[in-house]
T-cell receptor
């Protein structure tokens, strides 16, 4: 199985400041047929299911604010929130869909400083 | 808009079978992948398996011997069966959709999730 490792486990950021979460995969998740990294980010608030934030490393689904961005390649990926809002308090997960079994990172808890 | 809702028992006895159904509303099941995922404090988020609209399946090897996922497109439902459960199977169970338009065939993220249902294994 591909192991997804996130850092840090928790993060406290002031409102309006930048938040950065890292994700490393134990092997490449680059799908050569379409040159797309099969890497997604999810946001989970208490009592809610995960919500898809980013896929293909950097593509935002419709309705996701543009303060959320993703970057990276191969085995190292980053989720950035450019200006933290109160509603962004949540746990964030990365996930690879390059191969089954699909696997998730352990999660990063984001709080307000 | 497409919504998913699980149904099934919230309490299952050890060694028995956990059975859940997921009803899809607001859209067609065709051309998508339909997944079961669970979440517990011990194991985090764990993908269980998927079925496509033609009935093809793919399971997590760690659960494969105990899992069956099936689809009934005429009733807009897909189902999970997990046999011989133990306390380790206690978790929140989600159903979710995979849209090939966001990836390539079954290599796609989970774009729509159900609210989740807590299933406890206990005598």
């Amino acid at each position: 199985d591909i192991v997804m490792t996130q850092s840090p486990d928790s993060l406290a950021v002031s409102l309006g400041e930048r938040a950065t979460i890292n994700c490393k995969s134990s092997q490449t998740v680059l799908y050569s047929s379409n040159s797309q990294n099969c890497l997604a980010w999810y946001q989970q608030k208490p009592g809610q299911p995960p919500k898809l934030l980013i896929y293909g490393t950097s593509t935002r689904p419709s309705g996701v604010p543009d303060r959320f961005s993703g970057s990276g390649f191969g085995t190292h990926f980053t989720l950035t929130i450019s200006s933290l809002q109160a509603e962004d308090v949540a746990v964030y997960f990365c996930q690879q869909y390059y191969t089954t079994p699909y696997t998730f990172g352990q999660g990063t808890k984001l709080e307000i400083k | 808009q497409v919504q998913l809702r699980e149904s099934g028992p919230r309490l299952v006895k050890p060694s028995e079978t956990l059975s859940l159904a997921c009803t899809v509303s607001g859209g067609s099941m065709n051309f998508f992948y339909w997944h079961w995922i669970r979440q517990s404090p011990d194991t985090g988020l764990q993908w269980i398996g998927y079925v496509d609209s033609n009935g093809a399946t793919n399971y997590n090897p760690s659960l494969k011997s105990r899992v069956t996922v099936s689809v009934d497109t005429s009733n807009n439902q897909f189902s999970l069966s997990l046999t011989s459960v133990t306390a380790a199977d206690t978790a929140i169970y989600y159903c979710a959709r995979g849209d090939p338009n966001t990836g390539s065939f079954y290599l796609c993220p989970f774009d729509i999730w159900s609210q989740g249902t807590m299933v406890a294994v206990s005598s």
